[in-house]
């Protein structure tokens, strides 16, 4: 029975992880479309007050969700980091 409830919990992440992934993909692929737009109109890969109102946003969310604000910050540093290095790879293509 409790053997039962981790391994449905176990299928549950699992599924849910690979939603995760999922959705960062798209993420990026919604960063990569921003970043030739950029190039387009020299505008710099970096955009701080932007990047804020993002993790601002996220902070509320996941205040919400019970989720701690240095737990979103990483997370949100994490992603900005990416999208920065998928955005300066276009650049050298
Ligand atoms: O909004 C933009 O300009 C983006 O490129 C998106 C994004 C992000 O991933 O949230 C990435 C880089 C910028 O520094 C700010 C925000």
Do not use: C, P, W
């Amino acid at each position: 029975q409790q053997q039962d409830t981790l391994s449905a919990n176990r299928a549950k992440i699992n599924q849910l992880d690979k939603e995760i992934v999922h959705l960062l993909g798209e993420r990026m692929e919604a960063a990569r479309a921003i970043g030739i737009y950029k190039q387009a109109h020299h505008m710099e890969v970096l955009q701080s007050n932007r990047f804020n109102e993002v993790l601002q946003k996220a902070i509320e969310a996941g205040k919400a969700e019970g989720l701690s604000e240095e737990f979103i910050r990483s997370l949100y540093e994490a992603i900005h980091k990416e999208s920065i290095r998928q955005q300066e790879a276009l650049k050298k293509q």
